[in-house]
């Protein structure tokens, strides 16, 4: 089974890492830029048939090491 | 117009950080775990309604600097 996690800053959150592709966006000519923010991807792949199980195990993944929770959100989605 | 871009390396390429993220979920005693892959996530702001021509200005963000498209692969998905 592959979980899909996606660690994201929480709106307000200052994004230097982002701020800084808007700059080299905007240095390299593309236009209509109006903001760039970055994040975490993670493919997990996991043993076991149990979706509801997988989904208890990957937030529990995310709150213990994958995301800052003071800072960033994050959101997992189990696919097959 | 937000486009969400995934970045993500090529199969085969070696992931130091998934790999790192793995053994630490183990040590962490997270049983099941088979592989983990990570990648970047960007979350881009664009003006206009035009979502064909967003697509591609996207595209080409992603082979002029997002994306080390000698080891990395991309996938553009456009919301609004």
């Known amino acids: 089974m592959k979980a899909k996690v996606h660690v994201t800053l929480k709106p ?10 808007e700059g ?3 240095a390299l000519g593309f ?11 993670l493919e997990i792949e996991l043993a076991g048939d149990d979706r ?8 529990e993944m995310c709150e213990k090491l994958l995301a800052n929770t003071v800072i960033e959100k ?5 696919g097959d």
Chains 1, 2 share one sequence.
């Open 74 to 78: 994050y959101d997992v989605e189990i």
């Open 52 to 59: 509801d199980a997988a989904e208890r195990q990957v937030a």
């Open 24 to 26: 080299a966006l905007a």
């Open 12 to 21: 307000g959150v200052l994004d230097p890492q982002g701020k800084a592709v």
């Open 31 to 41: 236009a209509g830029v109006e903001s760039v923010r970055q994040g975490k991807f």
